[in-house]
């Protein structure tokens, strides 16, 4: 199976909290990431956190780490419909710059 | 700073041909990694360069080759195309080489083969 796994879809109303789940297998990941992907463009980088961190946030959006079950949330505040999109989950291992991406969680903000 | 700009954003070809796709890093960046993007397989690592060598090679077949130039800048190089390598293609730099260097993304380049 895959690295990490992220659920296929989640839909959410114009202003409340949506939360992206993230599972990875491999403990000696060093930084855990979020991207987001909108129609027809490449991947925006959201935030990042460093594996010995439990939690980071930046305006809108929160990370969860929790190392002991290897998962990962990210959390938007007040989402809005511009975060319609794709949301990727990667981790980065100690060695190089290769990125290993879950399936992706596609996001739709009803209004 | 101008982001990573990947050049074309779309291609078409037939099987069989051959295609160079490019990639300029944001300035001061050394590092390359491509990516290529399927509804079927998700995103997958291909190659990494930094300081014009060839650093980690995902498990992609030799028709896929790729380089770096003392500037920089890759290129990545698909021989004999399959219609399998219909895909987007994303190349990503980052600062160095190591796992503390945050990747940035291009817009891809679309290719279509027929």
């Known amino acids: 199976g895959e690295d990490v796994e992220q659920s296929l879809f989640l839909s959410v109303r114009e202003g409340d909290s949506s939360v992206i789940n993230c599972t990875y297998t491999d403990s000696s990941s060093t930084y855990l990431y979020w991207y987001k992907q909108e129609p027809g463009a490449g991947l925006q980088l959201l935030t990042y956190?460093?594996?010995?961190?439990d939690m980071k946030q930046d305006q809108r959006l929160t990370v969860l780490l929790n190392k002991k079950d290897k998962h990962l949330s990210l959390r938007i505040a007040d989402t809005q419909t511009g975060d319609s999109a794709i949301y990727f989950c990667?981790?980065?291992?100690?060695?190089?710059?290769?990125?290993?991406f879950g399936g992706g969680t596609r996001v739709l903000v009803k209004p | 700073k101008a982001g990573v700009t990947q050049t074309p954003r779309y291609l078409i070809k037939t099987r069989g041909q051959q295609v160079t796709l490019s990639c300029s890093p944001i300035?001061?960046?050394?590092?390359v990694s491509w990516y290529q993007q399927t509804p079927g397989q998700g995103l997958q690592f291909l190659f990494e360069?930094?300081?014009?060598?060839?650093?980690n090679k995902g498990n992609f077949p030799g028709r896929f080759s790729g380089r770096q130039f003392s500037n920089s800048r890759s290129e990545m190089n698909v021989s004999t195309l399959e219609l399998g390598d219909s895909a987007l293609y994303l190349c990503?730099?980052?600062?160095?080489?190591?796992?503390?260097?945050?990747?940035?993304f291009g817009p891809g380049t679309r290719l279509t083969v027929l």
């Open positions: 990503a730099s980052s600062l160095a080489w190591g796992s503390s260097d945050t990747q940035y």
């Open positions: 300035s001061g960046h050394r590092s």
């Open positions: 990667a981790e980065i291992k100690a060695a190089g710059n290769k990125l290993t």
């Open positions: 360069y930094f300081s014009e060598t060839q650093r």
């Open positions: 956190i460093f594996s010995n961190m």
